[in-house]
């Protein structure tokens, strides 16, 4: 299966063969390697590395493809679903239903194993509520989002420029939970179902469904931070929505 929902539509530029002149394809090697040109320009396998991700015939992506397969059958028994992405605004000159967030490829983005080697240098970003609970304060830039894509990755990046979103990182295609990231003394301490994109059009706080996706989203980020030995989550890790 070709990395679609881990770059966007960008996927199938990385998937084909790189190389030659052709301009088009240099400003997509560019964008691959996170605005900068490098020379040589880079092969899928460089850019597959510098991100984080690894080529779907790895032993270690199949273990855990296995597990993933796993837990989606569990989701899927307690009525979960894939989810679809919705377009939050009109775009001046577009038809209604077409999302420019769709066709944007992310500038800084990259697996949950690229975020954790980034981790340590980012600033806190929580806050504590009167009730005494955890939240992602949105006045600390920039912030950190993620999807878990169809396959059983999770997709992270910044939300640049107020323009970079969910749907960025998944190429408007369908994927499985979408929310923020929270970072505690330069650790993964929490998960935020916020996605205008994929998870507030669908969801209300407190049912049964939203539940079901809190379960699963943190079942999701444990069991692949074990799959592949990061010790980048806090011993306090949790999943909250809102």
Same mark, same amino acid.
């Given at each position: 299966?070709?990395?679609?929902?881990?770059f966007?539509?960008?996927?199938? *530029?990385?998937? @084909?063969p790189?190389g030659?002149?052709?301009?088009?394809?240099?400003?997509?090697d560019?964008?691959?390697?996170n605005?900068t040109?490098l020379?040589?320009?880079p092969?899928?396998?460089n850019?597959?590395a510098?991100?984080?991700?690894?080529?779907?015939?790895?032993?270690?992506w199949?273990g855990?493809a296995?597990?993933?397969?796993?837990l989606i059958?569990?989701?899927? @028994?307690?009525?979960? &679903?894939?989810?679809?992405?919705?377009?939050?605004?009109?775009w001046?000159?577009?038809?209604?239903?077409?999302?420019?967030h769709e066709?944007?490829?992310?500038?800084h983005h990259?697996?949950?194993?690229?975020?954790?080697?980034?981790?340590?240098n980012l600033?806190?970003?929580?806050?504590?509520?009167a009730?005494?609970?955890?939240?992602?304060?949105?006045a600390?830039?920039?912030?950190?989002?993620f999807?878990?894509?169809e396959?059983?990755?999770i997709v992270?990046?910044?939300?640049?420029?107020?323009?970079?979103?969910h749907s960025?990182?998944? @190429?408007?295609l369908?994927i499985w939970?979408a929310?923020?990231?929270?970072?505690?003394?330069?650790l993964l &301490?929490l *998960?935020?179902?916020s996605?205008?994109?994929?998870?507030?059009p669908?969801f209300?706080?407190?049912?049964?469904?939203?539940?079901?996706?809190?379960?699963?989203?943190?079942?999701?980020?444990?069991?692949?931070?074990?799959?592949?030995?990061?010790?980048?989550?806090?011993?306090?890790?949790?999943?909250?929505?809102?």
């Amino acid at each position: 299966m070709p990395f679609h929902s881990q770059f966007g539509r960008f996927g199938d *530029v990385v998937s @084909g063969p790189l190389g030659g002149t052709d301009p088009d394809q240099h400003a997509a090697d560019t964008l691959a390697g996170n605005g900068t040109s490098l020379n040589p320009r880079p092969n899928r396998s460089n850019v597959l590395a510098r991100k984080g991700f690894l080529e779907q015939t790895d032993a270690s992506w199949l273990g855990w493809a296995s597990h993933f397969s796993g837990l989606i059958s569990i989701h899927i @028994g307690s009525s979960g &679903r894939r989810l679809s992405s919705v377009c939050t605004r009109n775009w001046p000159g577009y038809t209604a239903g077409q999302c420019l967030h769709e066709l944007t490829p992310p500038l800084h983005h990259g697996s949950l194993r690229w975020f954790c080697k980034q981790v340590a240098n980012l600033p806190d970003n929580l806050l504590t509520r009167a009730d005494g609970s955890l939240g992602i304060d949105p006045a600390v830039k920039p912030t950190w989002i993620f999807v878990i894509a169809e396959e059983g990755e999770i997709v992270t990046g910044q939300e640049d420029f107020g323009v970079i979103k969910h749907s960025c990182l998944a @190429g408007g295609l369908e994927i499985w939970s979408a929310g923020q990231l929270g970072i505690e003394n330069g650790l993964l &301490r929490l *998960v935020d179902l916020s996605s205008g994109h994929y998870v507030r059009p669908r969801f209300l706080q407190g049912s049964p469904s939203t539940g079901n996706l809190i379960r699963f989203t943190r079942d999701v980020f444990l069991d692949y931070a074990k799959a592949f030995d990061m010790t980048c989550i806090h011993s306090q890790f949790d999943c909250i929505w809102g």
